[in-house]
């Protein structure tokens, strides 16, 4: 399964200078705890979605990923920066197959999660053959921030899989327990700190 990593969006709720995807996490760009934990999953190819309002993000990571190290996996594509939605639609014609679309502000994920989501679409569509997407939830209880979006109960955690094709989808929610929160305000960016502190503790 090939992955699409949103990083075009202005990133406003933040109110800092920086783009978004290279905000820095325990010293480190956010977008390189993302991009090294999908290269260490079974996803195979790594798109990232970039515009105008990230142009220093898209040479950021053309240097250190694409002309650097030579990573032919990590491939960039340049979109209008008008909206998630709308970025969205424009990459849809990059992929045949159902693929993950991630968040650029979710540091925490692990290799793990990411095998794990892609292991539960499968088993899903194994048993509902009319299945298109999966979005990946946390009950609202178990939020760690102030979640922007709340499907009833449940907050989107910024990690879906669809189908290649535009417009509404047969979707199925998967509630993980992991702690994951997309950081847009300064204290949200010192919980997934402290979540990345203690995942390294922990190993």
């Not at 220093?56 to 594509?77: G, P, R, V």
């Amino acid at each position: 399964m090939d992955v699409l990593i949103m990083a075009g969006g202005k990133g406003t709720r933040l109110n800092l200078d920086i783009e978004k995807p290279l905000l820095q996490i325990l010293k480190k760009p956010m977008i390189d705890y993302i991009i090294e934990s999908l290269l260490n999953s079974k996803i195979n190819n790594i798109y990232i979605a970039v515009s105008k309002n990230t142009q220093k993000s898209k040479c950021y990571i053309y240097n250190k990923y694409i002309d650097h190290i030579k990573n032919n996996k990590i491939k960039l594509l340049e979109t209008e920066g008008l909206g998630y939605i709308n970025d969205l639609n424009q990459c849809m014609k990059h992929f045949s197959e159902p693929f993950m679309v991630l968040c650029c502000d979710i540091p925490s994920i692990t290799p793990k999660i990411i095998n794990n989501v892609i292991d539960e679409y499968y088993r899903l569509k194994a048993n509902f053959n009319n299945l298109e997407s999966l979005c990946v939830v946390v009950k609202k209880e178990d939020y760690l921030g102030s979640p922007s979006v709340v499907m009833d109960e449940y907050v989107p955690q910024g990690i879906n899989i669809l189908s290649p094709k535009n417009g509404e989808q047969v979707e199925k929610l998967y509630i993980i327990e992991e702690p994951i929160l997309n950081v847009n305000t300064l204290e949200e960016k010192s919980i997934v700190e402290r979540i990345i502190k203690n995942c390294y503790n922990n190993r």
